[in-house]
């Protein structure tokens, strides 16, 4: 009786001892996660509420960049003013270099920008190395790194659709829409319907054009992006069916408006740079150079190592690449790049890759999903 007794009491001491153990990690757990909500709460209060006009617009715009913190600025400054600082980033201010900056045109009289210009000519060199017709880089800026792919044939660029638009049925992810059209790299494209993050990709908005038809026309006018059956890319604030078909528009997406980053009149090159638009974010771009080849364009953002780049940035880095046409696409938990096999016909140590970088990314995803239900795409065929 007295072993039972005994042995009960060592069992009510375990239970104890166990129970404890679990309450203090539990107690320690909480406490550590109240601490990074106060620190983070109060880092934002003193971000949005402190003496730098600077530094408040760019975490106010940097939050309006992604559906599921659109919300926050509003927790610790007025509505009215975070509209302000929203309208003052759609301000643009124009700067215009001449077409011969960029290899186009013999006219060497004409002012130009002090923008530094990449040689866009194309040369026997620059295309001697060119894994798949294509040549593909990264850059580090100061606030985020960059993936880029240059693609020697405009033809092979085109856009692809989740589905028929007519089902409903929620659109797709980048893994999937490349194996299913044999694409040897991608780009996410356009606008869909989002909720905090959480759209589905369903259809998208604003005109859309894939393989010379036009897929999607909501009557919503949004920046339009797109090719012609000429293989020349056109970025413009607003275009209707009428406009796009008598334009012989082959593939194109629309996405919000104020997007166009780059045009030309086969003179001059107009920069569309944004007067207060310091919001960093994941982002991505595509353009033209002047001898036809497309620079598809992604950045990282979201982390302590790459906070992100700004529309401005943008359009530095193609005005560097010899873009003399160019324009934003969707960003945030959406800005994406494939291409299939890069890290072999790079040599990149796939140990530094995450797990969608194994898979075909080239930028590291950040977001709380997975890769994202997308509505279009644009793609790249395999070269012939």
């Not at 997007?259 to 920069?271: F, G, H, K, M, W």
């Not at 982002?283 to 529309?311: E, P, Y």
Request: charge should be negative; glycine fraction near 8%; charged fraction near 25%.
């Amino acid at each position: 009786m007295k072993n039972n007794r005994r042995g009960k009491k060592n069992n009510r001491r375990k239970r104890l001892r166990a129970s404890t153990v679990i309450g203090r990690t539990l107690l320690v757990f909480f406490t550590a996660v109240f601490i990074a909500l106060f620190t983070l709460v109060a880092l934002c209060y003193t971000l949005l509420t402190g003496p730098s006009a600077t530094m408040r617009d760019r975490v106010v715009l940097s939050a309006m960049q992604a559906s599921a913190t659109k919300w926050l600025p509003g927790l610790f400054i007025d509505d009215t003013l975070v509209e302000e600082i929203c309208a003052r980033s759609a301000n643009v201010q124009e700067e215009v270099i001449s077409m011969g900056a960029f290899g186009a045109t013999e006219d060497s009289d004409k002012e130009t920008s002090d923008v530094e210009v990449s040689e866009t000519e194309a040369s026997a060199d620059e295309w001697e190395d060119a894994v798949d017709g294509m040549i593909y880089k990264t850059y580090s800026g100061a606030t985020y790194k960059a993936y880029l792919l240059i693609v020697k044939d405009p033809s092979r660029v085109y856009v692809g659709t989740s589905s028929d638009y007519k089902s409903g049925k929620a659109g797709v992810r980048i893994f999937d829409i490349v194996e299913r059209e044999n694409a040897l790299a991608a780009i996410n494209g356009g606008e869909f319907e989002d909720i905090n993050g959480h759209g589905k990709g369903n259809t998208p908005v604003g005109l859309t054009y894939s393989k010379g038809s036009c897929v999607w026309d909501d009557g919503e006018r949004r920046t339009f992006i797109g090719f012609d059956s000429n293989n020349v890319l056109h970025a413009t604030e607003s275009m209707t069916r009428s406009e796009a078909d008598a334009l012989g528009i082959r593939d194109a997406v629309s996405f919000q408006t104020g997007n166009v980053l780059i045009t030309n009149d086969n003179e001059n090159v107009t920069l569309y740079y944004s007067e207060n638009n310091v919001g960093m974010a994941q982002r991505t771009a595509i353009g033209q150079r002047a001898d036809g080849a497309v620079i598809l364009l992604v950045t990282d953002g979201r982390s302590a190592s790459s906070l992100g780049a700004t529309k401005n940035d943008l359009i530095d880095l193609m005005v560097s690449e010899g873009a003399v046409v160019a324009g934003m696409l969707d960003g945030g938990s959406s800005a994406m790049m494939y291409y299939r096999d890069y890290y072999t016909k790079y040599n990149i140590d796939t140990a530094g890759l995450d797990e969608y970088q194994k898979q075909g990314l080239t930028n590291k995803y950040k977001a709380f999903t997975k890769p994202r239900y997308i509505p279009t795409y644009f793609l790249v065929t395999p070269e012939e």
